[in-house]
């Protein structure tokens, strides 16, 4: 069951990587046409509203800091989820600490964990919700630990 989540979440993180935007400007403001009207830039998302009500139950330290350009909600009429990043020079150890202490607080049942070199994941379960926390030491001198929570409603149970 866990190899079919993480094998769901790494498709679902490649689609997204792959996909991009591309902005044209004009190097002279008078190459453009006089009746072109300039729309807002939107805002880009805050914690809150990038959290949505998906990731509320889920502890967070305080010492870290969300990476928004790392970070992706999915809404379909199939899944609900994603993937909320951040990034601080912490420990890993502590962050197990923290996540296996705080997430049973709010409900969360642990399953499973897997622990390489540089790469920790602790699973855990909720009605009908499955939460990964993806913990990655990336090897460069700043020491910033990269913490992924990626979440998503098991099958079945959509709004």
């Known amino acids: 069951m866990l190899r079919i989540v993480i094998s769901g979440w790494l498709i679902i993180m490649a689609i997204a990587g792959c996909t ?13 046409p ?7 830039t939107p805002v880009p998302p805050n ?8 990731f509320e139950d889920i502890p967070i330290p305080n010492e870290l800091n969300l990476d928004e350009d790392q970070s992706i909600l999915i809404n379909t009429k199939a899944f609900v989820g994603g993937a909320v990043t951040y990034t601080a020079p912490v420990t890993v150890e502590s962050l197990i600490r923290f996540f296996n202490h705080e ?9 499973a964990s897997s622990y390489a070199r540089k790469n920790v994941i602790l699973a855990f379960s ?3 919700r499955n939460c990964l926390i993806y913990i990655n030491i990336p090897g460069d001198w700043a020491n910033n ?3 992924q929570v990626w979440l998503g409603k098991t099958s079945g149970t959509h709004k």
């Open 126 to 128: 909720k009605a009908n």
């Open 20 to 32: 991009a935007t591309t902005t044209v400007r004009a190097d002279n403001p008078e190459e453009l």
């Open 47 to 54: 914690h809150i509203n990038l959290m949505g009500m998906e």
């Open 34 to 40: 006089q009746s072109t009207t300039v729309q807002p």
């Open 145 to 147: 630990t990269r913490v």
């Open 103 to 111: 997430m049973p607080k709010k409900g969360w049942e642990f399953i």
